[in-house]
Nanobody, 122 residues
């Protein structure tokens, strides 16, 4: 079994910054893509940022230049540094990872964290 645990959400004023962390633990042989998604009330879940095993990154247009995704492979952890936050960034942020649980199988499985609330408001 694999668990993804997020931390770092909270309330911040417009223009402020937050850093989200997501640590993967459990039965892990290797991790492929890691990423962050978000879901605002009444909206569908959307990709925010994604990072490959070689740190190639991909961002949603709405966060390009303001958010930075990074990962620490030794710690099985992915981060999301969020700067210049706007009220429209308010959402529940979910961590996502493609995990290969064992050396026996080459298959990767998709796992999700429980979500962390980010609220941007004055």
């Amino acid at each position: 079994q694999v668990q993804l645990v997020e931390s770092g959400g909270g309330l911040v004023q417009p223009g402020g910054s937050l850093r989200l962390s997501c640590a993967a633990s459990g039965s892990i042989f290797s991790i492929g893509y890691m990423g962050w998604y978000r879901q605002a009330p009444g909206k569908e879940r959307e990709l925010v940022a994604q990072i490959s095993t070689t740190s190639i990154t991909n961002y949603a247009d709405s966060v390009q230049g303001r958010f930075t995704i990074s990962r620490d492979n030794a710690k099985n952890t992915v981060y999301l540094h969020m700067n210049s936050l706007k009220p429209e960034d308010t959402a529940v942020y979910y961590c996502n990872a493609a995990v290969r649980p064992s050396v026996v199988s080459h298959r990767f499985y998709d796992y999700w964290g429980q979500g962390t609330q980010v609220t941007v408001s004055s």
